[in-house]
């Protein structure tokens, strides 16, 4: 199961995702999006954390739809 939590100045939602490795070792990627700027992307031993800076005060859905996981702002 993931775990979220919202931080302030600046805005960031933040979704970590424990038992979760990735092969994919990029720090961030870069979002063209009204509401998203940046994905960042943490590597632990015992998760992966994804950091997306926001702007403004979306609404943010993170839903595990049959093993994906997926993350809308709006």
Request: charged share 25%; hydrophobic share 45%; glycine share 8%.
């Amino acid at each position: 199961a993931f775990k979220t939590m919202t931080l302030d100045a600046p805005p960031r939602y933040v979704v970590d995702l424990p038992g979760v490795t990735s092969a994919d070792r990029r720090g961030s990627i870069a979002v063209t999006s009204a509401v998203l700027s940046r994905v960042r992307i943490g590597h632990d031993a015992d998760k992966v954390r994804l950091v997306l800076d926001i702007s403004g005060a979306p609404t943010v859905d993170v839903l595990d739809v049959g093993g994906t996981l997926r993350i809308r702002l709006k």
